[in-house]
């Protein structure tokens, strides 16, 4: 009797572990269906063996071009390299590294800002986001501060010219 109980016990909580852990599974699903965030696992040759994207349409490349292969077979130098020593940064002192880089698809110029961090060991996650709408945004506020700052040298110009005008024609009448 006492085996058998014993054996129930072990039944419900083998279950109760079952159960959270489902329900943790579907909690992590949730939460990388929400992120808009591009997240890619590597190892630490540089080999992507995994990926997640809300929607893989929107990737650069598709990911059959891309699994199995490394940072450098697959992208520019202008990104593999700050890649590979975000990658190493990651692993030698197990701290988030983050870098931007930009790239042109379409004919238009994009922006992304990358988090290497270390997972699973020897294992790379790095978090890509696109960061485009808010660089464009800085972009055109420094443009407009530009126009703005010579708009006020040239209306400072008129009143320092009107003014000299003013105070050359008084001393004529």
Known sequence: VE???????IAIDHQ??????RRSEERNRAILRAI???MFILNADGVFLDYHAKDPAELLLPPEVFLGKTIW????????????????????????????????SDQTLHFYEACVVRCDGNKI???????SDRKRA???AVIQRRELAHLSRVTTLGEMSGALAHELSQPMS
């Open 36 to 38: 808009p965030d591009w």
């Open 138 to 140: 800085e972009m055109d």
């Open 73 to 104: 077979e697959v992208m520019p130098p202008v990104i593999s390299s700050p890649l590979s020593a975000a990658m190493a940064g990651a692993l030698a002192s197990d701290e988030p590294q983050k870098f931007e880089y930009t790239l042109e």
């Open 16 to 21: 109760r572990t079952l159960e959270a852990l």
């Open 125 to 131: 996650l790095s978090i890509v986001r696109d960061i």
């Open 3 to 9: 085996v058998a109980a014993n054996l129930a016990g």
